[in-house]
């Protein structure tokens, strides 16, 4: 006897697969934009797209230099990224009597996760407008996250020169004590030692790239995705076993100190050759030890080292910016932007604005303000 029941096909069984799993995402899209639309009191989320985090672009350069990566232009009135890529409003050609400082760094420069108003390059600009006048000076912020210096050498031979600074602000430390090799990771009470790739955005394919931002920006999915990385994130610094970091760091067979140092006396040779007349200011980047004692004998020797290649040049400049933000910080201002997460790294506007002030106070002290 022949059977009446037919069975699926296999392309059948696909196509058939693929319509009930884009019905589910059809599903759970919809949810996840009810939600949160109830979640934020407004419809806006029902239709409209999101609003994505900051993106960059790789920029592949020729060896001894590593590729570098700036922001990808927007107007976003929090988080503009000028035509250059770096953040901030656009940049025209430099006029006289004008006197253009360059913000060269990281994180802290750039200020991930803050307004670009909350940054020390813009509270920096603003102050100058109030004592010297709009015009006097500009500020440029040419920092960007989870550049080294090894990043920033190779940015300002390619970039510097076609900004034209009087005066490049360098604030670049605790980046540096990775890319000797090593990160000491303690999450969940396991500890380990583990390789870790240049920072900056890894290569992909193009078209999964886009794919992959349009997916963020417009999928209610996408977005939470992000969130929930975010999340993972501020849970790793959270447990992050910042004492074992520091003893490695002051381990006798470290690595990072010679080549911190050959990196800042390879910028500043490199910015003395572009233009001699460029004055260098060198920035002791504020850490939290008030609540992790243990980072200050790696923050110290890196400042230590710092000093010591500033004498060697008549046009450097070396600037302590951690002592008045540690006081601050002992008088009770939050100058770290969330203490609960236990990051002792990067400032809230109030620590920026300090960073500001100290800068602002010690131009006064130096050529350029009297020109």
């Given at each position: 006897?022949?059977?009446?029941?037919?069975?699926?096909?296999?392309?059948?069984?696909?196509?058939f697969?693929?319509?009930?799993?884009?019905?589910f995402?059809?599903?759970l899209?919809?949810?996840c934009?009810?939600?949160?639309?109830?979640?934020?009191?407004?419809a806006?989320?029902?239709?409209?797209?999101?609003?994505?985090?900051?993106?960059?672009?790789?920029?592949?350069?020729?060896?001894?230099?590593?590729?570098?990566?700036k922001?990808?232009?927007?107007?976003?009135?929090?988080?503009?990224?000028?035509?250059?890529?770096?953040?901030g409003?656009?940049?025209?050609?430099?006029?006289?009597?004008?006197?253009?400082?360059?913000?060269?760094?990281?994180?802290?420069?750039?200020?991930?996760?803050?307004?670009?108003?909350?940054?020390y390059?813009?509270?920096?600009?603003?102050?100058?407008?109030?004592?010297?006048?709009?015009?006097?000076?500009?500020v440029?912020?040419?920092?960007?996250?989870?550049?080294?210096?090894n990043?920033?050498?190779?940015?300002?031979?390619?970039?510097?020169?076609?900004?034209?600074?009087?005066i490049?602000?360098?604030?670049?430390?605790?980046?540096?004590?990775?890319?000797?090799?090593?990160?000491?990771?303690?999450?969940?009470?396991?500890?380990?030692?583990?390789d870790?790739?240049?920072?900056?955005?890894?290569?992909?394919?193009?078209?999964?790239?886009?794919l992959?931002?349009?997916?963020?920006?417009?999928?209610a999915?996408?977005?939470l995705?992000?969130?929930?990385?975010?999340?993972?994130?501020?849970k790793?610094v959270?447990?992050?076993?910042?004492?074992?970091f520091?003893?490695?760091?002051?381990?006798p067979?470290?690595?990072?100190?010679?080549?911190?140092?050959?990196?800042?006396?390879?910028?500043?040779?490199?910015?003395?050759?572009?233009?001699?007349?460029?004055?260098?200011?060198?920035?002791?980047?504020?850490?939290?030890t008030?609540r992790?004692?243990?980072?200050?004998?790696?923050?110290?020797?890196?400042?230590s080292?710092?000093?010591?290649?500033?004498?060697?040049?008549?046009?450097?400049?070396?600037?302590?910016a951690?002592?008045p933000?540690?006081r601050?910080?002992?008088?009770?201002?939050?100058?770290?932007?969330?203490?609960?997460?236990r990051?002792?790294?990067?400032?809230?506007?109030?620590g920026?604005?300090?960073?500001?002030?100290?800068?602002a106070?010690?131009?006064?002290?130096?050529?350029?303000?009297?020109?």
């Amino acid at each position: 006897m022949q059977s009446n029941t037919r069975g699926f096909s296999p392309l059948k069984t696909i196509f058939f697969s693929c319509i009930v799993f884009a019905a589910f995402l059809c599903l759970l899209e919809v949810a996840c934009r009810v939600t949160l639309a109830f979640q934020h009191g407004s419809a806006r989320s029902l239709w409209y797209g999101f609003t994505s985090g900051p993106r960059f672009q790789t920029i592949r350069v020729a060896p001894p230099y590593v590729d570098y990566y700036k922001g990808t232009p927007t107007r976003s009135r929090a988080h503009p990224v000028n035509s250059r890529g770096l953040r901030g409003p656009e940049i025209g050609p430099k006029k006289s009597p004008t006197i253009r400082i360059v913000c060269l760094g990281a994180s802290t420069t750039y200020g991930d996760n803050l307004d670009y108003r909350d940054t020390y390059p813009a509270l920096l600009q603003e102050k100058l407008d109030r004592s010297c006048g709009r015009g006097r000076y500009e500020v440029v912020n040419a920092g960007q996250p989870g550049f080294d210096l090894n990043h920033i050498v190779s940015f300002a031979k390619h970039e510097l020169p076609a900004l034209e600074p009087d005066i490049v602000l360098l604030l670049s430390t605790n980046n540096n004590f990775k890319v000797s090799g090593f990160w000491f990771v303690q999450v969940k009470k396991v500890t380990h030692v583990e390789d870790q790739p240049a920072a900056g955005p890894k290569p992909e394919n193009v078209l999964l790239h886009r794919l992959r931002r349009i997916f963020v920006r417009y999928s209610a999915i996408g977005k939470l995705g992000e969130d929930l990385m975010l999340q993972g994130w501020q849970k790793y610094v959270a447990d992050f076993d910042w004492d074992g970091f520091a003893r490695a760091l002051m381990a006798p067979d470290n690595i990072w100190e010679e080549e911190f140092r050959g990196n800042l006396n390879k910028l500043i040779s490199q910015i003395a050759a572009d233009d001699p007349g460029t004055t260098v200011i060198l920035l002791e980047q504020a850490v939290n030890t008030i609540r992790y004692p243990v980072l200050a004998a790696p923050w110290e020797k890196a400042g230590s080292i710092m000093r010591e290649v500033a004498e060697q040049y008549s046009s450097v400049y070396m600037l302590d910016a951690r002592g008045p933000v540690l006081r601050a910080a002992q008088s009770g201002v939050q100058v770290w932007q969330d203490e609960s997460m236990r990051d002792p790294l990067h400032l809230s506007r109030e620590g920026n604005a300090i960073v500001a002030d100290t800068i602002a106070a010690a131009l006064r002290d130096l050529r350029h303000d009297q020109k």
